[in-house]
């Protein structure tokens, strides 16, 4: 239930960055990493409907707004269209998952005020998604749409193979800082403005990775 690095006063004992790496490179693991109470419960039934492949669900301890309540959820399936754009084609992709879902719609309204009108894509499990068909995957991350970004408070590397190589992987490599969550989330650039700026960059610079 320490999923990241919002819960961290007590520095790298309390970011566990590595972890969702490690978890998701266990071949037959199915990680799940819900975005609100909604994925919580979904995640619940599948883990307890799973009879040969076991389950890690991954919370976690600060407030998480609800923010699936009157929307159709699809854990099942890995990954889906969460708030999708005006445009047949997207102006690009959020993708996240846990609380970093929540971030990533308060993103794309800050996109929307300047012209930006972006999809976003919530993944609790990759390995559920990996299972989809080519024609699903294809839906809900177009490949016609370079500008993808997955935003995670982690390693997020396996990312890399959603976001492809015109994307961004807007993730952590490091630990250590301690103090209060609203300033080590500041200090790591994970609030709506510095991801959003970090976005826009997408169409101007040929490097994948954003670390701060």
């Known amino acids: 239930t320490h999923d990241s690095i919002a819960v961290g006063e007590d520095g790298p004992t309390h970011h566990p960055i590595e972890q969702l790496t490690m978890l998701r490179s266990i071949p037959n693991v199915n990680v799940i990493r819900p975005g609100d109470p909604n994925e919580v419960n979904e995640?619940?039934?599948?883990?307890?409907?799973s009879t040969y492949t076991p389950t890690v669900l991954?919370?976690?301890?600060?407030?998480?707004?609800?923010?699936?309540?009157?929307?159709?959820?699809?854990?099942?399936?890995?990954?889906?269209?969460?708030?999708?754009?005006?445009k047949e084609i997207p102006d690009g992709i959020l993708i996240a998952s846990g609380s970093e879902l929540a971030l990533a719609l308060n993103v794309k309204k800050e996109l929307e005020c300047e012209d930006i009108?972006?999809?976003?894509?919530?993944?609790?499990?990759?390995?559920?998604?990996?299972?989809?068909?080519k024609e699903y995957k294809e839906q809900v991350l177009p490949s016609i749409v370079s500008r993808k970004m997955a935003i995670e408070m982690s390693d997020a590397t396996h990312y890399y193979k959603y976001v492809g190589i015109d994307g961004m992987v807007y993730g952590i490599n490091k630990f250590?800082?301690?103090?209060?969550?609203?300033?080590?989330?500041?200090?790591?650039g994970f609030t709506v403005?510095?991801?959003?700026?970090?976005f826009k960059t997408l169409d101007k610079v040929d490097y994948i990775r954003y670390i701060k």
């Open 58 to 86: 991954v919370l976690t301890r600060q407030n998480v707004p609800v923010i699936l309540k009157d929307k159709e959820i699809h854990v099942e399936k890995g990954a889906y269209i969460v708030s999708d754009s005006k």
């Open 117 to 133: 009108d972006v999809r976003v894509v919530s993944m609790p499990s990759m390995y559920l998604f990996d299972k989809q068909s």
């Open 176 to 188: 250590g800082i301690s103090g209060p969550s609203t300033q080590v989330i500041e200090e790591y």
């Open 193 to 198: 403005n510095q991801i959003k700026e970090a």
């Open 43 to 49: 995640a619940y039934k599948i883990a307890f409907t």
